[in-house]
C-alpha cells in the first residue's frame, strides 16, 4: 500500500480512483487530466481509506457536464445507466460503497470486522463482495441485504490480499502463507510459502479455464498461474497450480531494483504475450514479458525500464518525476497508460514499450510545479484615487471630541515612562535574537545535512562520470553516520557500481584500505538485500574473497598463539597475586569496637596495670605481710611449729655442711687427677 495514498484503476482505464491520506476521495478522467468529482466521508478522519475496489460489472458513467457534483443527463439519454460503485475499506473495519452516479455514498457495511479492511475483491456478478482484515478474517457479504453471508479465520495472523480465481469458485488469501480456499467448503486446498515477510498483492495470470467439465473445485483452476509480492522484498514469485504436485515453492520469479508497489498483468490478444508491469516504490516501472511454461531456473529480468524525468538545467540537476500506477491496455500501439507526478496533482500519458530500447527516459514538467492560473485584472475592481489622500498611523491620526485632564496625562506619562524602562528591547530586536539562537542551535544539523547531501551529489556525479578525483573527495570521509545516510540517499543502480569502485580501489590503493573498509562494510550492511538478488556479484568481488583470504590466511595461528600467550600471562598474574597475599599478616593489629563505653577515647589494656604511687605499694607490702604471718589458736600449736622450724632448720645446716665436704674431696680428686 502506498504512503502518499490508495491508487486504483476502473476495469477499461477510463478514470482513477484515488483517496488521498486525509481520507478525500478523487475520480480523476484520464482522458482530460482531470478530477471529475471529488467526496469527503464524514469519518475521513477517524477511519480513513486502506484500499479500493471497483465493480466489474457495472458500466463507467458518460462524461456529462456537472454542478454541485452531480451528473446531469439530458432528456436524449433515455433509461438512466447502471450504477458504477467502488468499494472502500475503512481503519475501523467498515466497508463503503461509493456510487459515481449520485456522487455519494451508496450503502455502508459494518459489522464484518473489527480491525482495518487491507483488501476488497468482487464478485463477476456484482452482488457479492469478499474483503479481508487483520482481524485474521475473511468476509463474504450481500450487497444488496448490506449483511455477512459468511465468516470464517482465514489465518492466525493478519489477511493482507484475496483475489477470486476464474470460475469464482476458489478464493486466493494472503499473509504469511498463501492459501487456496474452496468458498463452498471453506476448507484450504493447498498451501503455498516462498516469501519472508507478508504478501501485500495477489493476481492471477488472466487465463480462464473451462470450468463446466471439472469435476472439483480445485481442477477448475487446474494449470493456473498468479504473482504474489511481499512487503519489503523485491522478488516477485510466480505460482502454478497443480493438483498432483506437492511443491509449496515458486514456478519463478521477477526481480526489481527496489520495493514494489504494485503491479498490473495482460495477457495480450494482439501478440499473444503476457506483460507485467511493476511500479516500485521508487517511481519507476519495470516491464516483464515472460514466457511461464514450468519451472525457471535463474531470476527473470525485465525487458523495458520505464522512468520520468524533468530536464535539467545548469544550476540543477534533472529531478525524478514519481510514477504513481499504471494499466496494461489491450492494444497494438499504447499498450501502456501511466499516471505519474503527485496524489493532489496527475498527469496521465499512454507509452508505448514495444521496442528495442530496455530504458526509456521521458522528460516532463513536474506537475506539482506548474503555475497557478493568474486572475485577469479586468475582473478586479480598483479604488479610483485622486492623490490628495493621505495615509495614517494610529500614532498620528487626532482626537476629535475629547481632551485628557492633567491627571490622566499625568498616569499616561509615568505608565509610559515605566514601561519603557522595564522594556529596554523591541519587539523587533528580541525576534532577531531568537532567531539568532535557533540558528545557532541548528547549525551542527544543518551542516550535517548539507554535508550528507553534497556527498551524495558527488558520489552519484563520480560514479556516472568516473571521476577520479571527485571519488577521491568522496571516498576521504570515514565518519559512519555520514557514510549511513550517504548510501542511504544513493540511488539503488548506482548500487553496484559503488561496489566495483571499492573492489578495485581497494587492489590499487592498499593505503586506503581501512577507509576503504568502512565504506564496503556499510554499503553491504545497508544494501545488503539488494546486492543478494545480484548473482552476478560474486565473480565481482572475487577479488576481494581472495585478498581476504591471503591476508587472513594466518589468522588462526595467530589467534592460537595470542590465547597461549593471554592464558601465560594471567597464571603468571594469579601467581604473583597468590604471593602477595601469603605475605600479608593474617591477624589484625589493631582492633576497634563501635559499641565501647562512653570512655571510648581511652583504650582498654588486656592486663590490669597499676600505678607507681607510694599507697598502692604500702597496701600491696602489707597484703603480703598478712598472708606470711600465721594465726595459731593455742600455745600447743605454737610449740609445735617452733620445734618444726628448729628441726628443719638443722637439716638444712646438716646439707650444708655436707657440700662443703664433698666439694673438697672433688678438688682433691681433681688435684690428684693433675698430678
Aim: glycine letters at 4%; a negative charge.
Amino acid at each position: 500500500m502506498a504512503t502518499s495514498g490508495v491508487i486504483s484503476y476502473s476495469p477499461t482505464g477510463n478514470f482513477l480512483a484515488v483517496s488521498s491520506p486525509d481520507g478525500r476521495l478523487s475520480l480523476w478522467d484520464t482522458a482530460t487530466a482531470t478530477i471529475s468529482q471529488q467526496y469527503t466521508p464524514s469519518s475521513h478522519l477517524s477511519a480513513t481509506c486502506t484500499c479500493l475496489s471497483w465493480c466489474p460489472t457495472r458500466k463507467e458513467p458518460v462524461r456529462k457536464k456537472r454542478r454541485s457534483h452531480k451528473v446531469q443527463r439530458t432528456e436524449n439519454d433515455g433509461s438512466a445507466a447502471p450504477v458504477d460503485l467502488v468499494a472502500m475499506g475503512t481503519q475501523a473495519g467498515t466497508i463503503l460503497l461509493y456510487s459515481i452516479a449520485k456522487a455519494d455514498i451508496h450503502r455502508q457495511m459494518d459489522g464484518g470486522h473489527t480491525d482495518t479492511v487491507t483488501d476488497i475483491c468482487w464478485h463477476p456478478d456484482g452482488e457479492t463482495l469478499y474483503s479481508c482484515s487483520e482481524d485474521q478474517h475473511i468476509v463474504e457479504w450481500d450487497i444488496d441485504n448490506s449483511n455477512v453471508k459468511c465468516k470464517w479465520k482465514a489465518d492466525t495472523s493478519s489477511v493482507h490480499s484475496i483475489y477470486l480465481c476464474p470460475g469464482s469458485r476458489t478464493l486466493l488469501s494472503a499473509g504469511r502463507m498463501i492459501k487456496l480456499w474452496d468458498l463452498e467448503t471453506k476448507k484450504v486446498l493447498k498451501k503455498y510459502t516462498g516469501h519472508a515477510s507478508p504478501v501485500t498483492r495477489l493476481k492471477c495470470v488472466p487465463y480462464i479455464a473451462d470450468a463446466s467439465d471439472a469435476s472439483t473445485s480445485l481442477e477448475s483452476v487446474e494449470g493456473l498461474y498468479f504473482v504474489s509480492c511481499a512487503d519489503g522484498d523485491r522478488v516477485l514469485n510466480v505460482w502454478h497450480i497443480k493438483s498432483a504436485s506437492k511443491s509449496k515453492s515458486s514456478t519463478a520469479s521477477f526481480v526489481v531494483p527496489d520495493d514494489p508497489q504494485d503491479f498490473d498483468i495482460l495477457s495480450s490478444s494482439s501478440d499473444q504475450k503476457t506483460y507485467l508491469s511493476v511500479v516500485t516504490k521508487g517511481g519507476e516501472v519495470h516491464i516483464f514479458d515472460p514466457v511461464l511454461n514450468g519451472k525457471a531456473k535463474n531470476h527473470l529480468k525485465a525487458c523495458t525500464h520505464l522512468q520520468i524525468t524533468t530536464e535539467g538545467q545548469k544550476e540543477a540537476l534533472p529531478k525524478p518525476i514519481p510514477i504513481m500506477a499504471t494499466h496494461l491496455l489491450n492494444e497494438a500501439e499504447m499498450p501502456l497508460l501511466i499516471a505519474h507526478g503527485s496524489v493532489l496533482k496527475l498527469r496521465f500519458e499512454r507509452v508505448s514499450f514495444k521496442s528495442e530500447d530496455r530504458s526509456i527516459c521521458l522528460i516532463r514538467e513536474d506537475p506539482s510545479f506548474q503555475a497557478v492560473p493568474q486572475v485577469s485584472g479586468e475582473k478586479l475592481k480598483k479604488p479610483v484615487v485622486t492623490g490628495d489622500e493621505a495615509v495614517k498611523t494610529p500614532s498620528t491620526l487626532p482626537l476629535t471630541g475629547y481632551q485628557a485632564t492633567a491627571d490622566e496625562q499625568t498616569e499616561a506619562d509615568r505608565k509610559s515612562k515605566r514601561k519603557s524602562n522595564s522594556e529596554s528591547l523591541t519587539i523587533e530586536d528580541r525576534l532577531v535574537a531568537l532567531k539568532v539562537a535557533e540558528a545557532h542551535a541548528d547549525m551542527s544539523t544543518q551542516d550535517q545535512s548539507a554535508r550528507t547531501g553534497s556527498l551524495v551529489m558527488l558520489l552519484t556525479q563520480g560514479l556516472q562520470s568516473n571521476d577520479r578525483v571527485m571519488l577521491d573527495s568522496v571516498f576521504q570521509h570515514h565518519k559512519e553516520s555520514v557514510l549511513r545516510r550517504t548510501i542511504q540517499r544513493l540511488p539503488i543502480p548506482l548500487v553496484v557500481g559503488l561496489v566495483q569502485e571499492l573492489t578495485s580501489r581497494m587492489n590499487t590503493a592498499p593505503q586506503s584500505g581501512l577507509t576503504l573498509a568502512h565504506w564496503t562494510r556499510v554499503v553491504l550492511c545497508e544494501r545488503a538485500s539488494y546486492l543478494m538478488t545480484c548473482p552476478e556479484l560474486t565473480k565481482k568481488l572475487s577479488q576481494v574473497y581472495e585478498m581476504i583470504n591471503t591476508r587472513t590466511s594466518q589468522a588462526s595461528r595467530m589467534r592460537q598463539l595470542y590465547g597461549k600467550l593471554d592464558l601465560m600471562l594471567s597464571q603468571i598474574a594469579s601467581q604473583k597475586q597468590r604471593e602477595e597475599e601469603e605475605d600479608r599478616p593474617t591477624a589484625a593489629q589493631l582492633v576497634y569496637d563501635e559499641d565501647s563505653s562512653d570512655d571510648g577515647d581511652v583504650m582498654e589494656e588486656p592486663y590490669p596495670m597499676h600505678s607507681d604511687s607510694e599507697g598502692e605499694w604500702e597496701e600491696l607490702s602489707e597484703m603480703d605481710h598478712e598472708e606470711a604471718v600465721p594465726v595459731f589458736n593455742n600455745e600447743a600449736e605454737l610449740e609445735d611449729s617452733e620445734s618444726e622450724s628448729s628441726d628443719l632448720e638443722e637439716d638444712e645446716e646438716d646439707e650444708d655442711e655436707k657440700g662443703v665436704e664433698n666439694g673438697a674431696v672433688e678438688e682433691l680428686s681433681s688435684d690428684d687427677d693433675q698430678d
